[in-house]
């Protein structure tokens, strides 16, 4: 009898556990407190700066372009809690003035987040590629992210808020044309994880956004041809790299692009997960459902099988018959 006391009792103690954690689980963070976002005149940023207004958070949506299309349609649908704010996170100048009013102008709950989200991208073999191709890259996707950063940390920890930093699939998964994107989202991403060891004393959470193919979804695809890289190239590439074989390339990324997701729903719903949930995961990879697997895997391959993977494919294939054929 006592033995089936004791089983009952341990029953309902471990229904009342998962009942708790569930309950944890569902609960959000109430509106009250700021949030900034970078990169607001269009795609990802845009959207969330939206959603985060209806939902009652203060916003201040940074903007390259605060008096352009996508700054001042945001203006226009606000209830008045949107505040749009000039932000190059490339100067410090600018960061430093939009630190300036934000703080002029937060909610008594503080600034509860920063989400890095301002970014470019571009597609080119390393070799059809300038120093100054990557050096743009890195210091809006990287540095940008690090500047802005180091800037508002104070306010976020203070409210022991939330950074969110958006990546992308190729932080970590390395194919032919990505190089200097892959470079500046894997920095990113190893600044974000050195971040959140740092900032977990203080009680700041830092999640990482790791986008599939959006291009649809976004204004980030940079549209070019093949003609546009080889006018690019000097005679001794030129010697090395077939035309033909560019504008294939070329053509063959811009189909890739077009075959991805068109809405950009799921990463807006991540980062409102990881801006509002009590326990945001520390990664949302934003693949489909028949690539999860494989991106899943991937990091954890061998490096000698994931190199050996691209010449599985006929662009692989075509690339090495094509080298040095004018």
Not at 16 to 26: A, E, G, I, T
Not at 84 to 90: G, S
Not at 223 to 248: A, C, P, S, V
Not at 318 to 324: A, D, G, N, S, V
Request: glycine share 6%; proline share 3%.
């Amino acid at each position: 009898m006592i033995s089936l006391l004791c089983l009952v009792v341990l029953v309902v103690l471990v229904v009342v556990v998962v009942h708790s954690l569930s309950s944890r689980r569902r609960r959000h963070v109430q509106p009250g407190g700021a949030i900034l976002i970078t990169g607001c005149d269009s795609g990802f940023g845009h959207h969330l700066a939206g959603s985060l207004e209806r939902r009652g958070f203060v916003v201040f949506a940074g903007c390259l372009y605060p008096d352009g299309a996508g700054a001042q349609s945001l203006s226009a649908q606000s209830s008045g809690k949107l505040n749009i704010l000039k932000l190059d996170v490339t100067k410090d100048e600018d960061v430093k003035r939009a630190k300036a009013v934000v703080q002029e102008n937060l909610p008594e709950k503080g600034l509860w987040a920063v989400v890095n989200n301002v970014g470019i991208s571009d597609w080119a073999e390393i070799e059809w590629s300038s120093i100054e191709d990557f050096q743009r890259m890195v210091d809006i996707n990287l540095f940008g992210a690090i500047r802005t950063s180091i800037a508002f940390l104070p306010l976020v920890r203070a409210a022991k808020g939330r950074m969110v930093y958006v990546s992308s699939i190729f932080s970590f998964f390395n194919c032919l044309n990505m190089a200097a994107y892959s470079v500046s989202k894997r920095g990113l991403e190893a600044f974000a994880d050195c971040l959140r060891v740092e900032m977990d004393s203080f009680d700041v959470k830092v999640s990482i956004i790791q986008p599939g193919n959006f291009g649809q979804a976004t204004s980030i695809l940079k549209m070019k041809t093949g003609l546009d890289m080889w006018k690019k190239l000097d005679d001794e590439r030129k010697q090395t790299f077939n035309q033909q074989y560019m504008q294939l390339a070329s053509d063959y990324f811009m189909s890739t692009c077009r075959a991805g997701f068109k809405d950009a729903t799921p990463v807006i719903d991540a980062m409102l997960h990881a801006l509002t949930s009590t326990q945001p995961k520390r990664r949302y990879l934003l693949v489909s459902k028949t690539d999860m697997f494989f991106f899943r895997l991937y990091p954890f391959l061998p490096t000698i099988l994931t190199d050996s993977m691209f010449h599985l494919s006929s662009m692989y294939a075509k690339r090495k018959e094509m080298l040095y054929t004018q």
